[in-house]
């Protein structure tokens, strides 16, 4: 592909230095003045007594040259006192009897200008009529050594606008710009090629680089694998064809897995619902989705547990969305953010002037307004013992009764609840009932933490890095391994919402277009969730909160001597040594 940026000189004015030069030299081989005009008659160039007029247009003493620019043929004209000429010159140039030669000068075919002289001596016509062939050959070629120096002005001027849109393109594009030498290697680059090939720009003259196209195209791109360096980078870009310069060629080049993933993306960008909301390829999520697709259509009650943040209303949603249900609604309510007095109010609904400040038209409850559809009680094992009572009675009989009222209403709602603590302890405990513990516990379903299902940390990640940087109008120019490999390595104890707002930390602090790296994560997850305990790496402070946490976790808060020495043992040090940090740091 060939990048074309045709540049037109001004006639001859472009070079007439050289056209000065080449005058001088014509004057001092013929012994006569020279003159070189323009295609407009405007002198380019002139010696002796022309020398004055280089600048200024001809007016009525051009006929012969209008003539030669007309024809393109050169014009020697012989007669004596020929008027044509003569008309309006100045008094110098009249004769009575004059010898003028003039020549074309051809550009692609196009007359751009004129060689001429005029005898005005005797002497200067016997000189050129004793050599006449060889002084006419002479003056043509000239004519056409001054048209190849057109073509090298235009050559110039047009590497001049090359190198200018080059400049552009390098500096300002937000693909890649690799300018390569015959040879293959780097002449100049951008720096989003620097960060998605990964080589330091003050060694790129040295940097060989080898491009091997494949035969596969993404949108307007070709794939291409790219080795330097003793590495591999999996591209897609374009090649084009220069000259300029040391530059051969120029490869402008985005990441193409990004490229993939963003043409995954529009292929399917309709709203994610049922099972295409749960993400994961392991082998625990493909579990968990043939359960959500076994069960979608049951009236059954599921309970649903799992560590916080790991996606339980996800579940919920599901077994709405992929059973009969899809059609009704889906509503939710977390149990544990409702004040306990007006948590049932909320579940059940109530009556006008059922209590002080209630809407005197009544309110219709959560269980109704779930009728057709799913219920989804959030954080179930936060619900106050009294009301556990009243929820066991609704899904036994299938009805409701609003507050100050005496009459019930009849429900069809799948109730789907779930927790993240353990309600078996809790039954144990006496503060969960086990009757209810039974009944919400006919279909369980457990969602694993994230840090047992590595896999899908990385699709994730990418998922929400997608989203992110959408919402906030920003590119992504490439990532590199160093953030998967962080986030890989990284415990997750927030699961997948803490996976999902570290992710949207990464895209509001990235610019666009985006490079990301480790670097761009909290400093929490690139420490590996210490920084709130080493932030300031001060030794006493490590030190401090070294001793207190031994002595919580060996001492057992105990402050006896034997307990104290069994976390002088654990910390390696003396007993002495310990009483005095531990005064030292006021851990008594």
């Given at each position: 592909?060939?990048?074309?940026t045709e540049y037109v000189p001004e006639t001859l004015?472009?070079?007439?230095?050289?056209?000065?030069?080449?005058?001088?030299?014509?004057?001092?081989?013929?012994?006569?003045?020279?003159?070189?005009?323009?295609?407009?008659?405007?002198?380019?160039?002139?010696?002796?007594?022309?020398?004055?007029?280089?600048?200024?247009?001809?007016?009525?003493?051009?006929?012969?040259?209008?003539?030669?620019?007309?024809?393109?043929?050169?014009?020697?004209?012989?007669?004596?006192?020929?008027?044509?000429?003569?008309?309006?010159?100045?008094?110098?140039?009249?004769?009575?009897?004059?010898?003028?030669?003039?020549?074309?000068?051809?550009?692609?075919?196009?007359?751009?200008?004129?060689?001429?002289?005029?005898?005005?001596?005797?002497?200067?016509?016997?000189?050129?009529?004793?050599?006449?062939?060889v002084f006419f050959d002479f003056l043509t070629q000239?004519?056409?050594?001054?048209?190849?120096?057109?073509?090298?002005?235009?050559?110039?001027?047009?590497?001049?606008?090359?190198?200018?849109?080059?400049?552009?393109?390098?500096?300002?594009?937000?693909?890649?710009?690799?300018?390569?030498?015959?040879?293959?290697?780097?002449?100049?680059?951008?720096?989003?090629?620097?960060?998605?090939?990964?080589?330091?720009?003050?060694?790129?003259?040295?940097?060989?680089?080898?491009?091997?196209?494949?035969?596969?195209?993404?949108?307007?791109?070709?794939?291409?694998?790219?080795?330097?360096?003793?590495?591999?980078?999996?591209?897609?870009?374009?090649?084009?064809?220069?000259?300029?310069?040391?530059?051969?060629?120029?490869?402008?080049?985005?990441?193409?897995?990004?490229?993939?993933?963003?043409?995954?993306?529009?292929?399917?960008?309709?709203?994610?619902?049922?099972?295409?909301?749960?993400?994961?390829?392991?082998?625990?999520?493909?579990?968990?989705?043939?359960?959500?697709?076994?069960?979608?259509?049951?009236?059954?009650?599921?309970?649903?547990?799992?560590?916080?943040?790991?996606?339980?209303?996800?579940?919920?949603?599901?077994?709405?969305?992929?059973?009969?249900?899809?059609?009704?609604?889906?509503?939710?309510?977390?149990?544990?953010?409702?004040?306990?007095?007006?948590?049932?109010?909320?579940?059940?609904?109530?009556?006008?002037?059922?209590?002080?400040?209630?809407?005197?038209?009544?309110?219709?409850?959560?269980?109704?307004?779930?009728?057709?559809?799913?219920?989804?009680?959030?954080?179930?094992?936060?619900?106050?013992?009294?009301?556990?009572?009243?929820?066991?009675?609704?899904?036994?009989?299938?009805?409701?009764?609003?507050?100050?009222?005496?009459?019930?209403?009849?429900?069809?709602?799948?109730?789907?609840?779930?927790?993240?603590?353990?309600?078996?302890?809790?039954?144990?405990?006496?503060?969960?009932?086990?009757?209810?513990?039974?009944?919400?516990?006919?279909?369980?379903?457990?969602?694993?933490?994230?840090?047992?299902?590595?896999?899908?940390?990385?699709?994730?990640?990418?998922?929400?890095?997608?989203?992110?940087?959408?919402?906030?109008?920003?590119?992504?120019?490439?990532?590199?391994?160093?953030?998967?490999?962080?986030?890989?390595?990284?415990?997750?104890?927030?699961?997948?919402?803490?996976?999902?707002?570290?992710?949207?930390?990464?895209?509001?602090?990235?610019?666009?277009?985006?490079?990301?790296?480790?670097?761009?994560?909290?400093?929490?997850?690139?420490?590996?969730?210490?920084?709130?305990?080493?932030?300031?790496?001060?030794?006493?402070?490590?030190?401090?909160?070294?001793?207190?946490?031994?002595?919580?976790?060996?001492?057992?808060?105990?402050?006896?001597?034997?307990?104290?020495?069994?976390?002088?043992?654990?910390?390696?040090?003396?007993?002495?040594?310990?009483?005095?940090?531990?005064?030292?740091?006021?851990?008594?």
């Amino acid at each position: 592909m060939e990048l074309n940026t045709e540049y037109v000189p001004e006639t001859l004015w472009d070079i007439s230095g050289a056209a000065s030069k080449y005058a001088a030299v014509i004057s001092r081989v013929l012994r006569v003045d020279v003159e070189i005009v323009d295609g407009s008659l405007y002198r380019v160039a002139g010696t002796g007594r022309f020398a004055g007029l280089v600048g200024k247009q001809m007016s009525s003493a051009s006929g012969v040259y209008r003539q030669v620019l007309k024809t393109g043929r050169p014009l020697v004209i012989q007669e004596p006192g020929f008027s044509e000429f003569c008309a309006g010159c100045p008094n110098w140039r009249c004769c009575d009897e004059t010898f003028e030669m003039s020549t074309p000068i051809i550009y692609k075919e196009a007359v751009v200008g004129v060689i001429g002289f005029v005898c005005f001596t005797e002497e200067q016509k016997d000189h050129i009529k004793d050599n006449f062939e060889v002084f006419f050959d002479f003056l043509t070629q000239m004519a056409d050594i001054l048209a190849s120096k057109v073509v090298e002005s235009m050559e110039l001027a047009r590497s001049r606008a090359l190198g200018e849109l080059l400049e552009t393109v390098v500096d300002k594009v937000d693909e890649g710009v690799l300018l390569l030498s015959r040879d293959g290697r780097i002449v100049r680059s951008n720096r989003a090629a620097q960060q998605i090939l990964d080589f330091p720009v003050e060694e790129q003259e040295s940097i060989a680089v080898n491009l091997s196209r494949g035969e596969n195209r993404l949108l307007q791109y070709s794939e291409y694998t790219v080795s330097l360096l003793g590495r591999s980078h999996y591209v897609a870009g374009n090649e084009y064809s220069l000259q300029h310069g040391e530059s051969s060629s120029m490869f402008m080049f985005r990441d193409a897995q990004l490229m993939h993933d963003n043409a995954l993306r529009l292929a399917s960008s309709h709203e994610r619902l049922g099972l295409d909301a749960i993400l994961g390829t392991s082998e625990v999520i493909a579990t968990l989705k043939e359960q959500v697709s076994r069960f979608a259509d049951s009236s059954s009650t599921v309970l649903v547990t799992g560590e916080s943040g790991t996606g339980k209303e996800l579940v919920a949603r599901a077994l709405n969305e992929e059973g009969g249900r899809r059609e009704g609604p889906f509503v939710a309510i977390n149990c544990g953010a409702i004040p306990e007095t007006l948590l049932e109010s909320e579940l059940f609904g109530y009556v006008g002037g059922a209590f002080t400040g209630a809407n005197p038209k009544g309110k219709m409850g959560r269980f109704e307004q779930a009728n057709g559809g799913t219920l989804f009680l959030d954080e179930i094992g936060d619900m106050p013992l009294h009301l556990q009572a009243k929820l066991l009675r609704a899904l036994e009989q299938r009805e409701v009764t609003r507050l100050g009222s005496t009459r019930p209403t009849s429900i069809d709602a799948r109730v789907v609840s779930a927790t993240n603590r353990n309600l078996e302890e809790m039954v144990h405990s006496g503060t969960f009932r086990e009757d209810l513990f039974y009944r919400l516990n006919v279909i369980p379903i457990h969602i694993p933490p994230l840090r047992e299902r590595p896999r899908d940390i990385h699709l994730l990640s990418k998922v929400f890095l997608e989203q992110s940087m959408a919402r906030l109008d920003k590119e992504i120019l490439t990532i590199k391994e160093s953030f998967w490999t962080t986030v890989s390595e990284y415990h997750w104890p927030g699961n997948v919402r803490e996976l999902q707002n570290t992710i949207e930390y990464v895209a509001n602090v990235v610019d666009s277009p985006a490079v990301i790296t480790r670097e761009t994560l909290p400093i929490k997850v690139r420490s590996g969730g210490h920084e709130s305990e080493y932030a300031d790496y001060n030794l006493e402070n490590m030190e401090r909160t070294v001793i207190q946490q031994a002595l919580k976790a060996f001492g057992d808060d105990d402050s006896t001597k034997a307990a104290k020495e069994r976390v002088a043992r654990k910390l390696g040090i003396g007993i002495a040594t310990l009483y005095r940090k531990i005064k030292k740091y006021g851990l008594e």
